[in-house]
């Protein structure tokens, strides 16, 4: 089988694998990544989203072959040691996912586009989400969240002022965000 | 942990690389190392723990950072029901909620509960954990008073450490009280699933002493899923593991005569598994699994195609022999009566009559099944993300001839599941195959395979009439439903007869009825609600087959009847809140329904609002529908204020309003997304969905096909009043306020065009049509 070689997440990284194969499995399978999830493999709602060259493709449908040099990123990378990305901040601030298995085809498109420019109008938003599925209907709050991590990113904003810590083994979390904001509206 | 995520992820990749495998189990306990052979031999040697009801030690258990397990047997479908339950837990115990972590759903470790069910989570399952939890905490507190040597009035409890009243130096844990467990008897019920419940000796506290049941906790499950941490049921791997692909036919019932082994040659790790009727395609890795499955050639019998048309669907529904009705079907029968009605109409001055048509429509779950299972020689390990596993573990002990015992089920977090939906069936094909090829087996259902081959929502035909007297009084109504049974698939996988695979080795097909009638507190003289079932289009595997799904079958049961009492309201010249408070006759309900009227400041007059009131400009025209939903202990009444464009039929559900009781709220954070939640995938359900089929197969194999709710289409708003009822017991929020939505739109476009669409989903070349 041949290799192919490219970087994830800022890591060299080389994958044997049949030239037809989609990237998503390499990513599910061997590279064991739990950020992009098989929800079609057609390319229809985005479960499999990850960041290639700076633009979010779905990678169910993408041969391994045409990544072999390319730079990717997933959701596992985005967090580094000063927290999460702001659009995961965001997301976890709305509390923007039901069942969480879309939720990376939201989040990596809005991560694509709103670095590209977090300068959207809330119809922009809708316009660069349009065609991800949620089926748990998590829409309004992935909206809320979007916003959020928009206002925050063209403000340059750090997600300092948001505490997060989190605890993967436990799920235990402390989080510092303005909570109450939701509970009294 | 201040910053795990870099340690997350380079441990994380380390797990399943090559022969040299390795376990980390970064527990707060240090660092140990297993082989994953050790670690999954471990996991199916484990003994259970002992999960009888009965023992306190059931429910609760501590470790030495002072963190406590608690074991719920139900699981989360994506409302952060864990989170509500770990509430419950802290609340009780008096220690923090963050130190409080919940296992779900583990046949091992978890008592039978019965699962995801009903909206049943707080209202019913939080219970047994609450009394367990006051026990716990009176239990640990007599053995500190003993300690300290101080009557136990003198003690008190905050997050977990035990103190003298006024001498706070003098104190002890839970944990060093713990020891080897409470070894505490609780008084048990008997029962399991929904309704089993254990109470001991401690009172509980009451609603006004809560400090964390009633708080917006964050949901502990979010970070993890944003974080890319959480291990999904479709992460798990187990090693020497074979990838499985199920071959469907191509024509619903046709069986396999030959199977061309020769046609998957090229990828020489896959091989052809045939039982009965059932084939699939395993192999070492993923792809070749399905470029194989793809590739297989077989030789399907040749079926006359046992479907009618789509056309004829309503047709059938309306004239196929009655399989069961209300009176002999469903948990226990419900005798009525239509002759009274039907007189009271008759005799009336005006008779009004309507018929409305709701078509199949599919779970469609963001991913379709998937299961792995280990089955060896006396146990078998199966990881699904069911709404039920206990009852999957008897049903998979069924399938593989072993005792219940024997086979332990763990559930792990999926897509959200919304009833009986395919979930459990790949797991069941996994144990088979496992059974057969000795090793584990994970099987994942293609895309098509979940919109086509999963268990649909029953379409049905609603036959409503009523009679005004000439005070315009309604003198008589009659509420018929005709459609297929919300049992065709039973609402859990007991018997392996209720799955596809079951099905295809040999199982029959069970023949269970159910449907339903609304559940408001309308009281009209001289009334009737009923339901007949039809005979299901196939007994056998079949891609129509029918199930419960999301608030069983009452979306489309409140599609008709809130449409139809809109109609009357028209008819009688009232507005159409008026005409239902003057029926209702629960407190609630009239107080949801006042609540909304208030929240979206409704206009009270009849309804369609005349064209020169303004309700519009150019192609769009704007209406408002209200709607009531009660179930499950939830009682909801929505407003809907619509766009319609005549000029492309389509209809923008722009803002909502939802007036929501569902008792003591216990966290509104979750509680708001959970009602959103409901509210989208309503909308969805209600302009969107709709199963295709012809005479063969089911023809909505994909999103494009089957399309559900774009966010270009989703509201702009949802303002919802949450009404918290501190004195009365938590109910079910999951459920009723997707209940409340067909109805809310069907009588929102009906005010904005005037004409009213009896048929969904209502998709814009269906408005189009009607509006001429
Ligand atoms: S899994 Fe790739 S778009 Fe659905
Ligand atoms: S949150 Fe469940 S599919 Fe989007």
Known sequence: MPSYQFTLDGQPQAVEADADMPLLYALRGELALKGPKFGCGLAQCGACTVILNGTAIRSCILPISAVAGTNLRTLDGLPTEAGP????????????????YCTNGWMMTLVAGLERDPNVSDQEIRNMLTGLKCRCGSHMAILRAARRAADAMAQDATVQDQVVQFDPQTDAVDLDVDTDREAQA | ??????????????????????????????????????????????????????????????????????????????????????????????????????????????????????????????????????????????????????????????DGTVSVSGAKDRSITYMDLIADGFDTDLDWNGNYGNSLNVSGQATPKTVDQYQVVGTGVAR???????LATTEFCHHVSLPGMLHGRCIRPPVANAVPVSVDENSINPWPDARVIREGDFIAVVADTEWHAIKASQALKVNWSDTTPPFPTQEELFDYLRNAPAASDSATGGFRGTPYETAPALAAISAAAQQIEAEYEVPFQSHARMAPSMGLADVRENQALIYSDTQKSHN????????????????????????????????????????????????????????????????????????????????????????????????????????PQDTLVGQLTGYAKGDRHNFGVPGESYRFTDSVAFWETVPTLLD????????????????????????????????????????????????????????????????????????????????????????MATSFGGFVATVCEVEVDTSTGRIWPRRFYVAHDCGLILNPRSLRTTIEGNIVQGTSRTLCEEVNFDESMVTSEDWLSYPILDVMEAPESIEIDMINRPDLPPGGAGEPSLVSVPGAIANAVFEATGVRIRRLPLTPERVKAALG
């Open chain 2, 220 to 226: 502990k499950d979010i970070p993890g899923k944003i």
């Open chain 2, 392 to 495: 999957s573990r008897n049903g998979l002990a069924k399938l593989l001839g072993m005792a219940p015992e024997q086979v332990r089920v763990i559930w792990k977090p999926g897509p959200g599941s919304y009833g009986r939906s395919d979930a459990d069936e790949a797991a069941f094909e996994a144990a088979l195959l496992s059974k057969i090829t000795k090793r584990p087996v994970r099987v994942q259902w293609m895309r098509q395979e979940g919109h086509a081959w999963d268990p649909k929502a029953p379409a049905c035909v609603i036959q409503c009439k009523a009679g005004l007297d000439s005070a315009n009084n309604i003198a008589g109504w009659y509420f018929k439903t005709r459609g297929f049974s919300g049992w065709d698939v039973y609402f859990n996988a007991n018997d």
């Open chain 1, 85 to 100: 990305h702001p659009v995961q901040a965001a997301f976890i601030a709305e509390e923007a996912a039901q069942c969480g």
């Open chain 2, 540 to 627: 056998r595997a079949s891609p129509l087959r029918t199930s419960h799904m999301r608030a069983p079958q009452e979306p489309q049961l409140h599609f008709a009847h809130e449409s139809f009492i809109d109609e009357v309201a028209t008819a009688s010249g009232l507005d159409p809140i008026e005409l239902r408070l003057s029926h209702l006759q629960d407190e609630r309900e009239i107080a949801v329904l006042e609540a909304v009227a208030r929240l979206s400041n409704w206009d009270s007059r009849p309804s369609p609002a005349s064209r020169s009131e303004g309700r519009g400009e150019g192609n769009i025209l704007r209406g408002r529908g209200v709607s």
């Open chain 2, 1 to 158: 942990m201040n910053s795990p995520f870099n340690k997350i992820k380079s441990s994380r990749r380390n797990l399943l690389k090559g022969s040299a495998s390795l376990v980390f189990a970064l527990g707060s306990g240090g660092l140990s190392i297993l082989t994953i052979e050790q670690s999954i031999a471990q996991t199916l040697a484990e003994a259970p723990r002992a999960i009888g009801p009965e023992n306190l030690d059931t429910w609760l258990s501590f470790d030495s950072a002072g963190r406590v397990t608690t074991y719920f047997g139900k699981m989360d479908m994506g409302q952060g029901v864990d989170t509500v339950i770990a509430q419950i837990v802290a609340e009780e115990l008096d220690i923090n909620v963050s130190r409080v972590s919940v296992v779900m759903g583990d046949t091992h470790r978890t008592p039978d509960q019965g699962g995801a069910s009903g909206s049943s989570a707080c209202r019913q399952g939080a219970i047994p954990l609450r009394n367990a939890a006051a026990e716990a905490r009176r239990v640990l507190v007599t053995r500190a008073a003993d300690v300290l040597g101080v009557p136990v009035e003198q003690c008190q409890v905050e």
